[in-house]
């Protein structure tokens, strides 16, 4: 590291991180759960199969994805996997991050049936399935906002089913009311390569594998733009929960921008970079493919 004064803590097993208040957790080849102010380990759930993408229910649940599409439900009090929600058939699991409606009740994810994905929300309770369509999408990221009953959804499509090339994305407003779902198309964007996106304060952070992040405000669809000293490959991107920073993942770089000035606040150098995300203003979890860091900014 740049700085091993701003390092609080280590972790193993330290891609694919999901936090809440109390807890964070990493998936690798297994299921690791610390503590977030300490880093101090919890437990190991070795019951999942090529674990994938996790998310918290409050802290008293965490739900964890394996790469078949099969959704472990584990109980933080009991620390033990209460219910397993397998695929529907003839869907494989996407790989792609999900999300959770603020009452538990809903996963919101990507279904598979090569070479389409189609937007699915998943009964928590009985486990039933319900499918938006969504053109001929070829990759897909969904997002939680501010608000608890909405989430923006991001996809990339093809003109065809049969279209060699991606040609562009589509932007939608996910809304969540009483138990019932609308999906409703924002606009599209005619940028066909899509590295990284992430949401964050009324803006979506675009890259497409350049030296360039483009912002694009949720309601009037003002782009800005921030370039940056590239020296790899851009694994991931996160901006911060104030709307202030965002952070960039490369394999051997960690920086950290101002949104607003478009000033480097940081730069870690790191080894095998993969993931990055804010706890806060003023602490990063960075993960890597051998261990993981938290840092005071």
């Known amino acids: 590291m740049t700085d091993k004064n701003k390092v609080l803590f280590t972790f193993k097993k330290s891609y694919h991180i999901s936090h809440s208040r109390d807890y964070f957790c990493c998936v690798g080849s297994s299921v690791n ?32 994805k394996s790469s078949y599409g099969d959704y472990y439900i584990y109980d933080l009090d009991l620390m033990e996997c209460v219910k397993i929600i397998p695929p529907p058939p003839k869907v494989k699991g996407s790989i792609t991050d999900f999300q959770i409606t603020s009452d538990g009740k809903y996963i919101i994810d990507f279904s598979y049936v090569f070479p389409i994905h189609q937007l699915m929300v998943i009964d928590v309770e009985t486990g039933a399935y319900s499918f938006f369509d969504i053109g001929f999408c070829r990759a897909g990221f969904v997002f939680s906002t501010e608000i608890d009953s909405i989430f923006y959804v991001v996809t990339v499509c093809a003109e065809t089913v049969d279209a060699p090339n991606v040609s562009f994305q589509v932007y939608y407003e996910l809304s969540y009311m009483s138990g019932k779902f609308e999906l409703k198309k924002l606009f599209c964007d005619g ?76 730069n870690y150098e790191v080894e095998n970079g993969c993931f990055v995300d804010f706890l806060d203003d003023e602490k990063l979890l960075i993960g890597t493919w051998k261990k993981g860091y938290c840092l005071l900014i």
């Open 191 to 266: 940028c066909s390569k899509v590295a990284n996106v992430d949401y964050g304060s009324n803006k979506f952070a675009f890259s497409d594998y350049s030296n360039k992040i483009e912002f694009f405000d949720v309601r009037n669809r003002l782009v800005d733009e921030l370039q940056y000293n590239k020296n790899g490959i851009l694994y991931d991107l996160k901006i911060s929960k104030s709307g202030r920073y965002i952070a960039l993942a490369e394999s051997q770089n960690i920086y950290i921008y101002g949104i607003e000035n478009k000033e480097c606040i940081c």
């Open 33 to 64: 759960l610390y503590n977030i102010n300490s880093g101090d380990f919890i437990s190991n759930f070795k019951d999942i199969k090529h674990p994938n993408y996790s998310k918290f229910i409050h802290d008293n649940n965490l739900i964890v």
